[in-house]
């Protein structure tokens, strides 16, 4: 493992938490947190930490501004504010990523770019992001500007290009509102085909501008291969994979299971999830735009008729603020055999544990992965089985 310097940028950043501290000390007390919350459910196993964890950030984003000087910034916000810390290279992100980034910000003034001023609304060039395909190596850039109109874009395309000739695609997002979210509703391609392409635990994925694709794909692979070891899944079961996103837990499980159904809210995604079925050639696997906690009521009620509905593996993967209790009785409900919990954050993972166990699921095992070195956050999969 590579030693890095220390970050000039850890005091005013906030992003790495565990900045200066030895990895191996990192995973410990990670190790132990996860032991003191859900200790008492099941046994853990130890931390399935990184080789080289660093630049494993594959999605990178940068904030765009000028300083008093008129000095073109680019980096991240300063943790619980709008104020941006330049950063030119950081130690968690894909370094071509990082490089991209700062051409663009060398190429603006010749391009006549202005940067984007949250104040008072002027200037066109709010963020950038990059997203590189961990496998195919296929780079997208996102611009995302104050307004439709970008100055002979085709040239600057071109000159970053002749810079980066490992671009394979380039779009042109606006986001015209007074928010704090980087990426706006419109979007137009102006370069290549819009989308990059990924290998993950043997299948590909589709991944435009807004998919949510894990960032650290080593790890991903890592969780994702628990997820699907600890569902133990038989050639008849039939599964769900709820908040599926594009799909990829369900694609990757659809290999050993009988019939996959993925839920998912977000309509983009869904059609997303379709289209990487079918990139893989799967055909046990349907997907639908609902919400999960309905969709298995649903099911459920279905099940009283038919006992063929039934479910017997559900996959679950819920955001940092854990599931609610809607949604896991929607579980209880349709009564899976087996749950699997990945889960991002471990405090809501032991209510939500001790919600399970009160109506008749029994924690087997955990296992914490690393999904993030050098920061505070740690993943975690749990198996859960039916006993009432």
Not at 26 to 36: A, I, P, S, Y
Not at 234 to 261: E, F, H, M, N, P
Not at 286 to 294: I, K, L, P, V
Request: aromatic share 8%; net charge positive.
């Amino acid at each position: 493992m590579e030693k890095l310097e220390k970050c000039p940028y850890s005091k005013k950043c906030g992003g790495c938490t565990y900045q200066g501290v030895a990895y191996e000390k990192q995973l410990k007390e990670k190790q132990e947190l996860v032991e003191k919350l859900i200790g008492g459910f099941c046994k853990v196993h130890p931390i399935i930490g990184m080789k080289e964890p660093y630049n494993y950030r594959n999605k990178v984003h940068a904030a765009f501004g000028i300083t008093r000087r008129g000095e073109i910034i680019s980096g991240v916000y300063r943790e619980g504010t709008h104020d941006i810390v330049p950063v030119d290279m950081c130690q968690i992100e894909d370094k071509k990523a990082d490089e991209i980034i700062q051409d663009i910000k060398g190429m603006l003034r010749s391009f006549k770019i202005k940067t984007y001023d949250e104040d008072t609304g002027y200037g066109l060039l709010r963020h950038v992001m990059v997203r590189r395909g961990f496998k195919s190596g296929e780079i997208m850039v996102v611009l995302v500007l104050g307004s439709p109109i970008m100055p002979s874009k085709n040239n600057f395309v071109k000159a970053l290009r002749k810079k980066h000739p490992e671009i394979t695609t380039v779009i042109v997002n606006v986001n015209d509102k007074k928010t704090s979210m980087v990426l706006g509703d419109k979007e137009s391609v102006i370069y290549g085909k819009g989308y990059i392409s990924d290998e993950l635990c043997g299948c590909k994925f589709k991944i435009s501008s807004k998919s949510f694709y894990q960032v650290n794909p080593v790890q991903t692979e890592v969780l994702y291969n628990k997820a699907i070891e600890f569902a133990e899944l038989k050639a008849k079961d039939r599964v769900l994979d709820a908040y599926c996103g594009i799909g990829t837990i369900g694609i990757i499980a659809s290999k050993k299971a009988g019939q996959v159904i993925g839920v998912e809210l977000n309509k983009a995604a869904v059609r997303d999830a379709i289209t990487n079925a079918k990139i893989n050639g799967i055909n046990n696997i349907r997907f639908f735009a609902e919400d999960a906690g309905q969709f298995m009521l649903k099911t459920s009620a279905k099940m009283l008729e038919d006992k063929d509905a039934g479910i017997d593996v559900v996959f679950m993967d819920p955001p940092r603020a854990g599931s609610d209790e809607n949604f896991m009785s929607s579980v209880v409900k349709l009564a899976p055999k087996k749950v699997v919990y990945v889960s991002c954050n471990p405090e809501t993972l032991a209510r939500d544990l001790k919600y399970f166990k009160k109506h008749g699921y029994e924690a087997m095992k955990a296992v914490p992965v690393d999904m993030f070195p050098h920061t505070a956050h740690v993943e975690c999969v749990v198996a859960l089985r039916r006993v009432k």
